[in-house]
C-alpha cells in the first residue's frame, strides 16, 4: 500500500474543502474562481510527475500509469477551463460559486479516480462520486426551473444507468469471484460465449453508455446539455465522456478481453447507430445548446468506431480524438457562455450578425465549429482521421464509410451557425463584449486546436504512451 500514489488526488480533495472553507470568509467570488485554477495547476503538477510509473496499489484497486496520467491532465485541465469560463457566467446566472467550484472538483476527484480503478468496487464508488457531483452542478441554477428538471432527468435516468452497471458487475464477480480487472479477464476467458457472460457484459456496456451518450442510452444529453448552467454543459460534454471511455477501455482490453469478438460487434453497431442519430437530430435544432448535445451524441458514435477497431491498436486514435475534441469543445462553449452572458439568449437565430457585433467572438466560435467539422489542419481533422483510418486497418471499411458520411451530414449544421453569424444581417447592431477571462478561455482553446493539429506527431506519441499499457 503506497499512499504517495494517491498524492494528487488527496491534493485535490484538500483543494475541494478549501475552496468550501474560504467561501465562508472570502466576499471575493473571482478570487475564489482563481484560487482554484491555481489549486489545479498544483494537482496537475503532481500528476505530470507520476508520469512514466506503471504501478498498482490497494491489491490492484489502484493503478498509477501513463494511461491514468494522459486522462488525469485531461479531466483537470478541462476543469481549468471550465473554472475559467465560469467566473463572468457565475456574477450573472450563479449564485453559490464557491459551493459550484468545490462540487466541480469533487466530479473531477471521482473522474481521476475512474481513470486510475482496476477494481469493480473502486470504478462504481468513483463513478457515483462523479455522478452525484454532475446531478447537482446540472441543478445548480436553484430557482431556474429548466436548471431543475435537468438535474432531475439526470439524476433519475442516471440511477437507472447505475443500476444496470452494478447487476452487470454483479454478475461478473459471480461468474469469477473476483473484482479485479486484471483477475476477472483471467477467470472468464474458460466462460466466453455462455449467455450468462454476455448477459453481464453487456449490462457493463449498457450502463457505461449512458455516461458517454451513446444511443439509445443519449436520452438524458440534449435536456440536460439545454437546462443545465453553460459551463456545467461544457464540463459534461467533454469530462464526463472522457471518463466513461476511459473505464470502457480499461474494462475491455483488460477484464472482457476474452470476449473480444463479442463487445467489438455491439461497439460497431452502437457506433452506426449513435453517430447517425446524433447528426440527424442535430439538424433541427435551433437552440445552440441543445445542438451541441446532439453534436456531443454523433461525437461518441465516432469514438465508438475506435473502440470497434480497438484489436487494430486503435486505443491511441481515440485518446488524441478526446484530447482534440475536449480543446475544441470548451473552446465552442466559451463562446457559447460568452454570447449568452450578453445576449441572455442561446437561440441560433441571434447569433445573426454576429461578425459585425463581434468579430473576435465569431471568429473563435467559427474557428472551432470548423474543427469539429474536421477541416485540416485543425484538431478535430486528426482526431477523425486516426480513428477512421484504424476502422480501415480492423477491414471494418464499411464503418469507416459510414462514418465519413455522417461527418459530411455534420458540415450542413455546423456551418448553418457560421452562416448565420457571418451572412445574416444583424437582429441587434449593438456590440457584444467579451470578458477577459471568457476570452482568455477562448484564446487558449483555440491556440490549443491549433497545437493539436500542427503538432500532432508529439500528441500521438503521447498517446500511444499511454495506451501501450492496454496492450
Known amino acids: 500500500m503506497n499512499l504517495a500514489l494517491l498524492n494528487p488526488e488527496i491534493a485535490l480533495v484538500v483543494l475541494a ?6 467561501d465562508l470568509v472570502w466576499s471575493n467570488k473571482r478570487g475564489i474562481g482563481y484560487v482554484t485554477i491555481a489549486g489545479l495547476a498544483g494537482v496537475a503538477a503532481l500528476v505530470a510527475g507520476q508520469f512514466g510509473l506503471n504501478t498498482t496499489s490497494f491489491s490492484g484497486a489502484l493503478i498509477v500509469d501513463n494511461f491514468a496520467v494522459f486522462f488525469n491532465l485531461l479531466f483537470l485541465g478541462a476543469a481549468a477551463l471550465v473554472v475559467l469560463a465560469a467566473l463572468q457566467y457565475g456574477e450573472q446566472f450563479l449564485h453559490w460559486r464557491g459551493e459550484f467550484y468545490g462540487v466541480l472538483l469533487f466530479a473531477t476527484f471521482g473522474m481521476m479516480f475512474m481513470a486510475s480503478s482496476g477494481d469493480l468496487i ?13 446531478y447537482v452542478l446540472a441543478g445548480f441554477r436553484k430557482h431556474d426551473p429548466a436548471s431543475g428538471e435537468a438535474a432531475l432527468k439526470y439524476l433519475l435516468l442516471g440511477a437507472l444507468a447505475s443500476a444496470v452497471l452494478l447487476y452487470g458487475m454483479a454478475l461478473l464477480y459471480g461468474l469469477t469471484g473476483s473484482t479485479n480487472l486484471a483477475a476477472i479477464g ?23 453508455g449512458f455516461k458517454v451518450a451513446a444511443v439509445p442510452f443519449q436520452m438524458w444529453a440534449p435536456d440536460v446539455y439545454q437546462g443545465a448552467p453553460t459551463p456545467v454543459t461544457a464540463f459534461l460534454s467533454v469530462a464526463s465522456k472522457a471518463s466513461g471511455f476511459a473505464v470502457l477501455l480499461r474494462l475491455t482490453t483488460s477484464a472482457l478481453g476474452p470476449l ?23 439538424i433541427p435544432q435551433h437552440n445552440i445548446k441543445r445542438l451541441m448535445g446532439y453534436s456531443s451524441i454523433a461525437m461518441a458514435g465516432y469514438l465508438l468506431v475506435g473502440m470497434a477497431a480497438l484489436a487494430a491498436g486503435g486505443a491511441p486514435s481515440i485518446l488524441l480524438f478526446l484530447a482534440a475534441y475536449t480543446v475544441t469543445n470548451l473552446g465552442a462553449f466559451a463562446a457559447i457562455i460568452a454570447f449568452s452572458n450578453a445576449t441572455g439568449s442561446d437561440e441560433i437565430d441571434d447569433y445573426s450578425g454576429l461578425a459585425s457585433r463581434s468579430p473576435l467572438l465569431a471568429l473563435g466560435f467559427g474557428f472551432c465549429l470548423f474543427s469539429l467539422i474536421g477541416i485540416p489542419p485543425l484538431a478535430g481533422f486528426f482526431g477523425k482521421f486516426y480513428v477512421f483510418a484504424e476502422a480501415v486497418n480492423r477491414g471494418l471499411i464499411w464503418l469507416a464509410v459510414v462514418a465519413l458520411l455522417n461527418s459530411a451530414v455534420s458540415v450542413f449544421y455546423y456551418l448553418r451557425v457560421v452562416k448565420v453569424m457571418y451572412l445574416n444581417p444583424a437582429r441587434d447592431t449593438s456590440p457584444v463584449n467579451v470578458p477577459p477571462s471568457l476570452a482568455v478561455a477562448l484564446a487558449v482553446t483555440a491556440i490549443g486546436v491549433v497545437v493539436v493539429g500542427v503538432g500532432i506527431g508529439p500528441i500521438m506519441d503521447t498517446a500511444v504512451a499511454a495506451a501501450q499499457v492496454l496492450r
Open 17 to 22: 474543502l478549501f475552496v468550501f472553507a474560504l
Open 260 to 282: 473480444q469478438s463479442d463487445w467489438q460487434a455491439i461497439f460497431t453497431a452502437l457506433a452506426v447507430v449513435t453517430m447517425t442519430v446524433g447528426n440527424l437530430a442535430a
Open 186 to 208: 483471467q477467470q472468464i476467458a474458460g466462460q466466453a460465449g455462455q449467455p450468462v457472460t454476455l448477459l453481464a457484459m453487456t449490462l457493463v456496456i449498457c450502463g457505461l
Open 122 to 134: 473502486a470504478i462504481y464508488v468513483a463513478l457515483e462520486t462523479a455522478s452525484i457531483s454532475l
